[in-house]
T-cell receptor, first 111, second 112 residues
Framework: DAGVIQSPRHEVTEMGQEVTLRCKPI?????LFWYRQTMMRGLELLIYFNNNVPIDDSGMPEDRFSAKMPNASFSTLKIQPSEPRDSAVYFC?????????FGQGTRLTVV | AQSVTQLDSQVPVFEEAPVELRCNYSSSVSVYLFWYVQYPNQGLQLLLKYLSGSTLVKGINGFEAEFNKSQTSFHLRKPSVHISDTAEYFC??????????FGKGTTLSVSS
């Protein structure tokens, strides 16, 4: 299995632009998570899907952030408009039951 | 809600020395506990997990951890570290039907 696949690996964008991060979970996994990692705040859970349904989105910072999971093999995290404070590494992870398997992450820089 | 505290942000050790990375959790119900490792510019990789049963769990790369319910701890240990163990280590907790919540991480630096 190729593991969790995230794209792009790196993204540099200007403040105010829309950014879309993509994730392909491991086939057969029924849970998907988006996390954000920064030096100051560590690893924060943004949103958790189970069977394509959002279960917990309490970690989504504000209305500028939105996440979708239209089917079991694809999810997106969108930031519109982006701000410099959104600069971070964003991880997608999937899970068949308990433990989570992580992708390589997307390093987002908003200038 | 569950939470995790990693008591040491940085742990420097010499090669072949033993190491313990400390983790305490807070939860009102039964929990599942995990340790992950992150190498630079990579994602997180599962080291070991406690779901139920024996409180001493063994993982990859010679690491082990012990679940102590009375002390709400899940400390990670290795009897002899290598240079290649230098990385960031994260403790995580989850409950039934919830996502993993991570601690702030501990940077393990192994020098010769």
């Amino acid at each position: 299995d190729a593991g969790v696949i995230q794209s792009p690996r790196h993204e540099v964008t200007e403040m105010g632009q829309e950014v879309t991060l993509r994730c392909k979970p491991i086939s057969g996994h029924n849970s998907l998570f988006w996390y954000r990692q920064t030096m100051m705040r560590g690893l924060e859970l943004l949103i958790y899907f189970n069977n394509n349904v959002p279960i917990d989105d309490s970690g989504m910072p504000e209305d500028r952030f939105s996440a979708k999971m239209p089917n079991a093999s694809f999810s997106t995290l969108k930031i519109q408009p982006s701000e410099p404070r959104d600069s971070a590494v964003y991880f997608c992870a999937s899970s068949p039951d308990r433990e989570a398997f992580f992708g390589q992450g997307t390093r987002l820089t908003v200038v | 809600a569950q939470s995790v505290t990693q008591l040491d942000s940085q742990v420097p050790v010499f090669e072949e020395a033993p190491v313990e990375l400390r983790c305490n959790y807070s939860s009102s119900v039964s929990v599942y506990l995990f340790w992950y490792v992150q190498y630079p510019n990579q994602g997180l990789q599962l080291l070991l997990k406690y779901l139920s049963g024996s409180t001493l769990v063994k993982g990859i790369n010679g690491f082990e951890a012990e679940f102590n319910k009375s002390q709400t701890s899940f400390h990670l240990r290795k009897p002899s570290v290598h240079i290649s163990d230098t990385a960031e280590y994260f403790c995580a907790v989850s409950e039934w039907g919830t996502a993993l919540i991570f601690g702030k991480g501990t940077t393990l630096s192994v020098s010769s």
